[in-house]
């Protein structure tokens, strides 16, 4: 049976900034017959559940990763190193659970493929990756946004 790493709050663990957790039928349905191997990148690093929502400034997660950008939470504070600590973590676990393919959490500054909150606490998107999903793509990983969330 082939393994994906999958983000926890899809897997109904209440890991989110808000202290909820995203289970959603359509990941069920797209994670059928395959081994998922839940992880929450923000917990990993260290931060708490809830705590305050952050978002990427400067750039999207590849950015970080280059130390061009960071990530920051709606005080202003840097919460940069927790979220590569999580995203290096997160890449330990894929690899020890054998994992080539990630299903994540959209939009998220962790997590998300494609489209990340925009660094204004607006609710506004901007192209670009999280900082555990930019990562994981380095490292040869596929990732791909959770369906229906």
Do not use: I, K, Q, W
Request: glycine share 14%; proline share 7%.
């Amino acid at each position: 049976m082939d393994s994906v790493l999958v983000s926890a709050c899809l897997r109904g663990v209440p890991c989110r900034f808000d202290g909820r957790d995203t289970a959603s039928a359509a990941v069920d349905a797209a994670l059928a017959g395959r081994r998922a191997v839940p992880f929450c990148p923000e917990a990993a690093g260290g931060l708490p559940t809830p705590r305050r929502p952050a978002e990427l400034v400067g750039g999207d997660g590849h950015a970080v990763l280059d130390g061009t950008a960071r990530v920051v939470d709606d005080t202003g504070r840097d919460v940069t190193a927790a979220f590569v600590d999580g995203a290096r973590r997160t890449l330990a676990a894929a690899r020890r659970g054998g994992c080539a393919e990630a299903v994540l959490m959209p939009r998220s500054p962790s997590c998300g493929r494609g489209a990340v909150y925009d660094g204004t606490f607006s609710g506004e998107l901007t192209a670009g990756d999280g900082v555990t999903a930019a990562l994981l793509e380095r490292n040869g990983v596929t990732v791909r946004p959770a369906p229906g969330v």
